[in-house]
């Protein structure tokens, strides 16, 4: 680094404002020049793969890269935009018979009645006795304590697990954990 | 010839169609020049202070399309000061005298006011066309007034401009007599529209072929108006910010494959990955696509979409879609003229990128490919050599290496090889950007071979006078020169003055040219106008004192015949 910093004093560079002398090029040492070049493409290559990239200082020239103003802009806009709209999702109400409040998902983070399931019982954890909070199935009826169901936009109140994942989330205005014994008269099977 | 009618001189010249061509017809004989002048319909004009507006207006009366340019090309790029000038108004006044059947104006880079738009609506009965690209200085409320005004309008048309959102009414303000429009560009607006007024409009305007909506209009407005609008060729999707999981995607879904004549597709600025699937449709018959607006959507999605587009003719897209997704679009796109490879993420945080492999992938695998914009983080001299031996028809080739003044990552040497390559080898190439590490031996190769170039830009490149001095002694077709940031200076400037006569201008910014040789340059040509842009504050109200020795930030050096400007704002010197 340190002869790095010597050759910083004869060193050529094409004017790039930002980065330390603003020199012009006057005649060029072809290998003065390569030399410097080499150094400041090794840093590069390293600032590359590494996580901060470039040196800041390339970032300051001005009109550089070529980029429309206006592209340059409407990115830089819609990236700020973007922080603020990232949080709202689709969240609903989930209440679970036996406990003193109700809670709130967004569905929109889950991917599979698996992920939900799971995440329902860490969050009513403290409200269940049963080693198995919420039936998977529709044959654990009998074994769990409680079922989920849910309010469909009809307002009926259906099995959570029926439909397709998709269609649920779609669907679905709040959602009730059950009782396992008030549950079974939903079951959808005869 | 001068035993025919004028008549039948005049009909001769209706097949007379390129502006070059007219004007050099125009300059055969006296009587030519008449009849060209009275059955010319369409002037463009190239830098709108080469000549003033009324004498263009007298020399055509009979004109009902006109184009004008403002400020030099750099502008976008922020190198020029906000206020240098390039005002519509004028044009628009003049044409409100002279011209009163005007049908069309295109306007780029320039300024326009609103009381500007408000008179140009009011002026013309049959007025049918207005472009405006990167322009600015209006807001939605001149809109306004082109909408109330211009009764059978058929194309509003905004690219890329900056317009201050004055509400989002505008669109109302198109009367229910209203239904003539053809084409709605409104893509550049940033304020709210009104979604009703835009479903209703489009309703009544059953010959509607291209719309381009701005990034506020929602998926909901956009069912309501696909449901509308089924012959579409041009669309622009505005936001495409939709939940694949909702009903409103799946009503997207199924409108798309109802686009039979949809050609052309561009928006999605805030699509994510899962709601490009409703266009899949479409894919197989478009033939222009520009998903250079939505970043969120990455090499791999970029590549599910690409597969299916085999007739794009033109592709726009960011640099996310990596060296792999360019190998796809080298084997699917077989029929590819244009393709543009913007940088997503500018301020350089090493993501994906594209590189020299992605450029040969695409140049081995698309024969037709003649313009090209690719910016990347790197090139090898051996890749522009064979890029050059595949496709020799460019016209257009601009190469942006992000990294000013980068060598050949792989040999270390200058990039004059590769870029030699390409004028040898691409004869009618007319536009030309040239980047990386770059010494005067370029400059010889362009100034020997590249005979048909019209526009070269330069930047960080050249060793001394004699890069400049090639370029102007070479390309006899040369028209706009811009350089920045390179070690030309008065020798260069001033080794053939001539030279400029022929082109429209010359833009040199941070390079070294002085008052001095500024100064004998204007003194030598009184036809050009010689403009010092000059920002630092502390010198420009002692301009007498300056040493002529006093290196010069910005020059704009253009052929007029209109004398030096009267709306120079105070930071500009003409000479």
Known sequence: MEDHDNLKATELTLGLPGTDAIEKPTTAAPNVNKRSKEEEEEEECCGFTGSSGRPAAKAQVVGWPPVRSYRMNSFRERKMEKKEEDTTGIYVKVSMDGAPYLRKVDLGVYNSYEDLTDALEAMFKGFSLGKRIIQRQAHDLHESEHAITYEDKDGDWMLVGDVPWEMFVSSCKRLRIMKGCEARGLTSSP | ?575
């Not at chain 2, 507006?53 to 090309?73: C, D, Q, T």
């Open chain 2, 1 to 575: 010839m001068t035993y025919f009618p004028e008549e039948v001189v005049e009909h001769i010249f209706d097949f007379v169609g390129s502006h070059r061509d007219r004007n050099t017809v125009s300059t055969v004989c006296k009587a030519w020049y008449q009849v060209e002048r009275l059955s010319r319909r369409t002037v463009f004009v190239g830098n709108c202070y080469a000549i003033g507006p009324e004498r263009v207006m007298a020399r055509f009366p009979g004109i009902n399309s006109l184009s004008v340019k403002g400020k030099p090309h750099f502008a976008d790029f922020n190198l020029v000061p906000y206020d240098w000038g390039g005002f519509a108004l004028p044009w628009i006044v003049a044409a409100a005298r002279l011209c009163p059947g005007l049908e069309e104006l295109r306007l780029k880079r320039m300024v326009v006011t609103d009381d500007g738009l408000e008179l140009l609506a009011r002026s013309f009965p049959n007025f049918k066309s207005l472009v405006l690209i990167s322009c600015e200085g209006f807001s939605t409320d001149g809109l306004a007034a082109i909408a109330t005004y211009c009764r059978g309008l058929r194309e509003l048309d905004l690219q890329e401009n900056e317009v201050e959102d004055h509400g989002c009414q505008w669109l109302s303000f198109f009367p229910d007599s209203c239904t003539s429009l053809v084409s709605l560009n409104f893509g550049c607006l940033k304020g709210e529209v009104n979604g009703g007024a835009l479903e209703r409009l489009v309703a009544r305007c059953p010959n509607l072929r291209s719309l381009k909506l701005s990034p506020a209009v929602s998926v909901e407005s956009l069912n309501k108006i696909l449901a509308r609008a089924s012959h579409l060729v041009d669309l622009g999707t505005g936001s495409f910010a939709v939940d694949h999981r909702t009903d409103v995607y799946h009503t997207l879904m199924n409108s798309f494959p109802k686009f039979k004549s949809l050609r052309n597709l561009s928006g999605f600025w805030d699509a994510s990955p899962c709601c490009l699937r409703a266009v899949y449709p479409v894919c197989t018959s478009l033939t222009v696509l520009n998903l250079s607006y939505a970043p969120a959507i990455q090499g791999d999605d970029l590549i599910k979409i690409i597969c299916l587009c085999f007739k794009l003719q033109k592709l726009w897209v960011l640099d996310s879609i990596g060296d792999k997704g360019l190998a796809v679009v080298a084997s699917t796109c077989k029929e590819l003229q244009e393709l543009r490879v913007f940088p997503c993420d500018i301020y350089g945080a090493g993501t994906t990128s594209v590189t020299e492999e992605g450029l040969l992938a695409v140049s081995s695998g698309c024969p037709k490919l003649n313009s090209l914009l690719y910016f990347c983080y790197q090139m090898t001299n051996a890749a522009l050599i064979t890029v050059a031996k595949n496709c020799p028809h460019f016209t257009r080739f601009r190469l942006c290496i992000l990294d000013p003044g980068k060598p050949d990552p792989v040999t270390n040497q200058p990039l004059d090889e590769g870029f030699g390559a390409i004028v040898r080898s691409c004869k009618n190439i007319r536009r030309l950007s040239l980047s990386g590490r770059l010494t005067d031996q370029v400059f010889l190769y362009i100034g020997m071979y590249a005979e048909r170039l019209e526009m070269l830009s330069i930047a960080f490149a050249g060793d001394s006078d004699k890069g400049m001095i090639y370029v102007l002694n070479g390309c006899k077709n040369l028209r706009k020169l811009e350089i920045r940031d390179c070690p030309f200076g008065d020798i260069a400037l001033l080794k053939n003055v001539a030279k400029y006569e022929t082109m429209r201008s010359l833009w040199m910014s941070s390079c070294d040219v002085t008052l001095g040789g500024c100064k004998a340059l204007a003194a030598k040509m009184p036809r050009l106008n010689v403009e010092i842009i000059n920002e630092n504050e502390e010198t420009y109200e002692f301009e007498e004192n300056l040493s002529d020795r006093h290196k010069l930030e910005k020059i704009y050096v253009y052929r007029t015949v209109a004398g030096p400007r009267n709306d120079a704002p105070d930071f500009v010197w003409t000479l």
